[in-house]
């Protein structure tokens, strides 16, 4: 029911309000295709207004429930990239551990 009502809001929603929610799906271990791939079409500019927690608690949701999207993915990298340093220790871990539970190689963050 939550992500029925949020789907059509989710312009709406900050990027803190966007990585809540698919992390509050993935931790009680609910997948909602149609939420996470919504999430997924938030475009590159949007994405640059998430802060490291953000980023990395996104990802990490993704590979927790098994909704792999490359695309998402890819345009997280690249946003994380040249802010690599704003990320906390648990931030990395959670990020790379992310990508690797997603089996997406990332040889820029990586590398």
Known sequence: ?????????LRE???????????AYATV?????ELFDKVTDIPLSRLREFNSQNL????WAYATV???SPEL???????ALPRLCEFNSQH????????????????????
């Open 56 to 59: 990395a608690n996104t990802v």
């Open 1 to 9: 029911k939550v992500a029925e009502v949020a789907l059509p809001r």
């Open 66 to 68: 098994g909704h792999f």
């Open 13 to 23: 929603f900050t990027s803190q309000e966007i990585a809540n929610m698919v992390w």
């Open 29 to 33: 271990g609910h997948s909602s295709p």
């Open 73 to 79: 993915f890819d345009k997280v990298a690249e946003v």
């Open 92 to 111: 990395l871990a959670n990020t790379v551990w992310a990508y690797a539970s997603a089996g997406h190689s990332s040889p820029q963050l990586f590398d």
